[in-house]
Every structure is written in structure tokens, then in C-alpha cells.
Antibody, heavy 122, light 110 residues
């Protein structure tokens, strides 16, 4: 069974930093792209970052570019998101997500963690 | 403002059929990119419901079906059940934004 367990959420002041972690199990972590997707209170979904299976490629959403850094450790089956210069608008549930590519070439988000709550407020 | 447009809410009685639309543009749904659907029950993370326009992952009831034509995708739910009450999101990829895009979500009330 695929399991993704996030940790590291909490309350932080604007301008502060926070690091989220995700422990993965039940699948071959080192083979899959991974993403962080967030959901602001009562809002929709936004992918903030994703990383290639070997960590050689990383992509960021425009709203977090230059502030967030995604990384992974395939030896420990773990994914991280370093969030700096946090803004009130970054308040959201952050989900650790496994990307899956299908034969058609499209990819979707097949497995989700329960999420880590990040609140940015003074 | 979401790139893919969904109705904020739909409703139906138990046993009925409902459809949820997802409207995009030529740079996402109208292009080569597939649409995927997620179901989010209250207090839970999203769950992949339909991928690659029409394919149900293992364990998803065949009451759920997807379709796509041009810039319009739809999710149909037949034989509505109380447990289907949830938020539903569509997702694709946008070549102009070079990123995945989501619909704003549709709240289904049964």
C-alpha cells in the first residue's frame, strides 16, 4: 500500500521559513516524479513544485519561484519542501503527491498524503 | 481564477444522474493533453477518480465515467449515492503556462 506522510507544518510569521517533509513507502520512490500541491482554505488546488525521480529536474509555480525549494533523498525515500519568505497567501494544506505517467503520455496525481497545514500569520 | 472552469455546485437526488463540466482552452483541453478527475471527500485529500479522459483506476465504481471533446470535459455520475457528496476537481496540462492546471472544483450535494 502506498503511503505518503507529511510533517513539519505549523504557524509561522510572514517572512519566516518552514520545512515540510514527506516519508514515502509502498512503491519504488526512486522511480517516480513527486510533487507538492497546496490547497488554500476553501479554495482549489495548485501545484507549487515537482521534482524528477533522480532529482535532476525541478519545476516551480510562479507564485513560489525563488522562495521555495523542493528536494528529495532517494536513499531515505523522502521528499522535502523548504519554504522561505513566507506570505499570508501561502497559508494552505500542503500535500505530498506521487506523479504517475500513463501510456498515453499524460500524467496525473495518483497518490496523496493527508497533508500538512501551514498557517502564515502575525 | 482557475484556468479550467467548473460550475461551483451541482446537486441531485439519490439514484439520479449528474454531470460536472470542465471547460478549457486550446492550450490545455483543446490540445493533446488529457483531463483527469479527482474526488475530495470532506476532510480528506483528493483521490484520483478518472485519468486519461476516461479510465477508472482500480476500485473506482463504474458509476463514474469521463469524457472529453474539444475544450470540454465532463464527469458523469450515475445512480447517485449519499457517499458521492464531495468536491470534484478536473486537471490537465497547459502548454502556454507550462504547468498543470486545475479547475476550481465543483461541490456535489446529494
Amino acid at each position: 500500500e502506498v503511503q505518503l506522510v507529511e510533517s513539519g507544518g505549523g504557524l509561522v510569521q510572514p517572512g519566516g521559513s518552514l520545512r515540510l517533509s514527506c516519508e514515502a513507502s509502498g512503491f519504488s520512490f526512486r522511480r517516480d516524479w513527486m510533487s507538492w500541491i497546496r490547497q488554500a482554505p476553501g479554495k482549489g488546488l495548485e501545484r507549487v513544485a515537482n521534482i524528477k525521480s533522480d532529482g535532476s529536474e525541478k519545476y516551480y509555480g510562479g507564485s513560489v519561484q525563488g522562495r521555495f525549494t523542493i528536494s528529495r533523498d532517494n536513499r531515505k525515500n523522502s521528499l522535502s519542501l523548504q519554504m522561505n519568505s513566507l506570505k499570508v497567501d501561502d497559508t494552505a494544506i500542503y500535500f505530498c503527491v506521487r506523479d504517475v505517467t500513463y501510456a498515453s503520455g499524460s500524467y496525473a496525481f495518483e497518490n496523496w498524503g493527508q497533508g500538512a497545514v501551514v498557517t502564515v500569520s502575525s | 481564477q482557475s484556468v479550467l472552469t467548473q460550475p461551483p455546485s451541482v446537486s441531485g437526488a439519490p439514484g439520479q444522474i449528474v454531470t460536472i463540466s470542465c471547460t478549457g482552452t486550446s492550450s490545455n483541453l483543446g490540445s493533446i493533453y488529457a483531463v483527469h478527475w479527482y474526488q475530495q471527500l470532506p476532510g480528506a485529500p483528493p483521490k484520483l477518480l478518472i485519468h486519461s479522459n476516461t479510465i477508472r483506476p482500480s476500485g473506482v465504481p463504474d458509476r463514474f465515467s469521463g469524457s472529453k471533446s474539444g475544450t470540454l470535459a465532463s464527469l458523469a455520475i450515475t445512480g447517485l449515492q449519499a457517499e458521492d457528496e464531495a468536491d470534484y476537481f478536473c486537471q490537465s496540462y497547459d502548454s502556454g503556462l507550462r504547468n498543470v492546471v486545475f479547475g476550481g472544483g465543483t461541490k456535489l450535494t446529494v
